[in-house]
């Protein structure tokens, strides 16, 4: 099975939303709600993937994170492993810049859009804090 390294962000803003982005991708997990990030490259620590991700993604410029927690959890047809880091510290206006719906929420209304399964025990965590 596929074994995908993801550097994952949970991003408050100064109103304590969370930044969360739907799924292009025409997978069986299109449409899906997740916390942005994105696959490490050879090479590439946890912290320089969430600052390449964002920026190309989102056009947020990450000034600093901390490891929240390590997610893994088998999908069909891959393997995730997720690198979840806590994001408190950024500049810039989070915008799409690949197609992807990206929205501020509450704690509270994160349990109703629907996550990819993987993402579960992140939304799990952030309730209990």
Same mark, same amino acid.
């Given at each position: ?22 799924? #292009? ?19 590439? #620590?946890?912290?320089?993937?969430? =600052? ?5 993604? #989102? ?26 880091? #806590?994001?408190?510290?950024? =500049?810039?206006? =989070?915008?799409?810049? /690949?197609?992807?719906? @990206? ?5 509270? /209304?994160?349990? /109703? ?9 992140? @939304?799990?965590?952030?309730?209990? =804090?």
């Amino acid at each position: 099975m596929k074994r995908i390294e993801v550097a994952v962000g949970v991003v408050y803003n100064q109103q304590g939303l969370v930044l969360v982005g739907q799924r #292009t991708v025409k997978d069986m997990y299109f449409q899906k709600w997740e916390f942005p990030g994105g696959k490490l490259e050879v090479g590439e #620590t946890v912290e320089q993937a969430l =600052a390449r991700e964002f920026l190309e993604e #989102t056009s947020i410029r990450i000034l600093s994170s901390r490891p929240l927690m390590l997610v893994e959890h088998d999908y069909p047809d891959r393997h995730v492993r997720l690198h979840v880091h #806590t994001v408190k510290h950024f =500049a810039g206006d =989070a915008e799409s810049k /690949e197609g992807q719906a @990206l929205k501020w929420v509450s704690l509270e /209304e994160l349990n /109703e859009l629907d996550f990819l399964q993987g993402n579960q025990v992140i @939304l799990a965590k952030l309730q209990e =804090a």
